[in-house]
């Protein structure tokens, strides 16, 4: 069983909630916008962080991540982007993708919209986990948590955080 945290879009800026939220987790998954390594080394106090760069991070994020992130965990196949849309629109790139590697589970930021969905047609759990920074449109900060567990997915809980606290 693996304990996973889910954030995105965090522009820079860890929220102090995130801290407890993620604290019995395994691994942190970001789904982009990092905004600095700061992030990446606060992130990594807790658990060991998988990343993908977004379209604002500069070249030491890009540098230091792929615009792809595709892995096992336990037996679910996962993969991850910053821009990646939703079902059924996703971006046109993202469909080959899917439809060449298969995941389980597919995860994206940018939008700063969360949003869990199963994808029928792609056989596959869709999640953003909207925006957990304090820049953007969004009025409530927000980051997932979830257990792996074999091939399932379960216990998905969210945190809603007041934006820029």
């Known amino acids: 069983m693996t304990r996973i945290g889910l954030l995105s879009d965090t522009h820079g800026f860890v929220n102090s909630a995130l801290f407890n939220f993620f604290k ?3 691994a942190i998954w970001h789904t982009g916008d990092i ?3 700061d992030v990446v080394d ?3 106090l807790i ?3 998988t990343a993908v760069y977004g379209n604002i991070d500069d070249w030491q994020i890009s540098s230091r991540f792929p615009e792809f ?3 096992e965990c336990e037996k679910v196949k996962v993969m991850l982007t910053h821009i990646g849309g939703y079902p059924p629109r996703y971006y046109p790139n993202i469909i080959k993708k899917l439809e060449d590697e298969r995941p389980n589970l597919f995860a994206c930021g940018h939008s700063h919209i969360l949003k869990v969905m199963y994808d029928e047609k792609h056989a596959l759990l ?3 986990p909207g925006a957990a920074g304090r820049q953007g449109m969004h009025q409530v900060s927000t980051a997932i948590r979830f257990v792996i567990d074999g091939k399932d997915i379960k216990e998905l809980e969210i945190l809603e955080m007041k934006k820029g606290v």
Do not use: K, Y
Request: hydrophobic residues 35%; proline residues 6%.
């Open 24 to 26: 019995d987790c395994n």
């Open 35 to 37: 905004g600095s390594t």
């Open 42 to 44: 606060e992130l990594n």
């Open 47 to 49: 658990a060991p962080v």
């Open 69 to 71: 992130n595709i892995f």
């Open 126 to 128: 869709h999640i953003n």
